[in-house]
């Protein structure tokens, strides 16, 4: 079946310092699957933050960036310079075949400190 | 405004008894879900509903049922929970077509004791 592989946490980085959350994915109904990322900010239900639909492009939103690499099967999420309000849960996930189904990583907890 | 609504937030059952969560959503999406997460897993899904009385198991349906008499409402029934079925569940909806969002609830938070 399908599986994504995500940097485990809890990762903890300080204010103004750059980021990189790994995610690589392997998709067997599918060569290419469609790929996200979600957030889950305390108290409150996943959102989406990005999300590629075509191999090779990238994604970006509120700072953040991911690029969809088949050659690797990756999908890393970057952002340059982080704030204390990015501290949440990071998803990565997949979409392939007619259904709809998303299939998740296990999640990444980031701690941004002042 | 656009919403998933998950109620209660907070639960608290013995072993055995029998567990109600609800989900509802304002989007007349026909597509819900129902996920459950544990730490250092990601969500699995429990089962899909496509639309009223349309429903099917996702990866992780034993010890479950769901209910959906109503577009916006979906329901997971727990019969006589157990203790490993402690976890967060996370009710979703999304239109039916392919690469749509999901719209995901807050999350209950279920311990069986």
């Known amino acids: 079946g399908d599986s994504v592989t995500q940097t485990e946490g809890p990762v903890t980085v300080s204010e103004s310092e750059s980021l990189i959350i790994n995610c690589t994915y392997s998709a067997t109904s599918i060569a290419y699957p469609n790929l996200f990322w979600y957030v889950r900010y305390p108290g409150e239900g996943l959102q989406l933050l990005l999300k590629?639909?075509?191999?090779?492009q990238k994604g970006s939103s509120r700072g953040f960036e991911a690029t969809y690499n088949k050659e690797t099967t990756s999908f890393h999420l970057q952002k340059a310079s982080v704030q204390e309000s990015d501290s949440a849960v990071y998803y990565c996930?997949?979409?392939?075949?007619?259904?709809?189904?998303?299939?998740f990583g296990a999640g990444t907890r980031l701690a941004v400190c002042p | 405004d656009m919403k998933v609504t998950q109620m209660p937030r907070y639960l608290i059952k013995r072993m055995g008894e029998n567990v109600l969560l609800e989900c509802g959503q304002d989007m007349s999406h026909e597509t819900m879900y129902w996920y459950r997460q544990d730490p250092g897993l990601g969500l699995q899904l429990i089962y899909i509903s496509y639309d009223v009385d349309s429903n099917s198991e996702g990866d992780i349906p034993k010890g479950y049922r769901v209910s959906r008499k109503k577009r916006e409402h979906f329901s997971l029934i727990l019969d006589s929970a157990k203790t490993n079925q402690t976890s967060v569940y996370f009710c979703?909806?999304?239109?039916?077509?392919?690469?749509?969002?999901?719209?995901f609830g807050s999350g209950t938070r279920l311990l069986v004791i």
């Open positions: 996930a997949l979409v392939s075949g007619s259904f709809n189904k998303l299939t």
């Open positions: 979703a909806s999304s239109p039916p077509t392919a690469n749509s969002d999901y719209t």
């Open positions: 590629v639909i075509t191999a090779g």
